[in-house]
């Protein structure tokens, strides 16, 4: 059996740019892609804390330390300069894979300078 996992989640992102004209994507600064295990031209999902919006593309690389999140193309309708977005990247992994894997997470402020990572996210209690 395969299941599908999530790989690496960079939690309350700021959109910096949002770009129609551009060539569809979504570019991410590039030490934060060598941090979270995102690989350029991987699929990703992003998810608007601003309006509800989720939607599929791909990361490319921006300058490193930039802190660069730039929604492109057609997603540029859905992401704009300022709005709060979570990246996931997920896998798909064995029963085996899939008892040892552990996520990355990076959680961010509101300059996408990296607060803390984890490998877990906390139960939720009542």
């Known amino acids: 059996m395969q299941i599908t996992m999530l790989k690496a989640k960079l939690h309350r ?6 770009e129609l004209g551009y060539e569809g994507s979504c570019a991410i600064d590039s030490a934060i892609l060598d941090l979270s295990g995102i ?6 999902q992003i ?4 309006n509800g919006a ?11 330390g ?21 990246v996931c990247a997920y896998a798909v992994l064995n029963q ?13 402020n ?10 877990s996210i906390p139960v939720q209690s009542a």
Request: glycine share 4%; charged share 20%; net charge neutral.
């Open 13 to 18: 992102a700021t959109v910096t740019r949002s």
């Open 39 to 44: 690989r350029e031209y991987e699929q990703i």
């Open 47 to 50: 998810y608007n804390i601003n």
């Open 54 to 64: 989720r939607f599929t593309t791909y990361a490319i690389r921006a300058e490193a």
């Open 66 to 86: 930039s802190g660069i999140f730039s929604v492109n193309g057609a997603a540029a309708r859905l992401a704009c300069p300022g709005d709060l977005i979570i």
């Open 96 to 108: 085996q894979e899939a008892d040892l894997h552990k996520p990355t997470l990076i959680y961010f």
């Open 110 to 119: 509101q300059n996408n300078e990296m607060l803390r990572s984890a490998s």
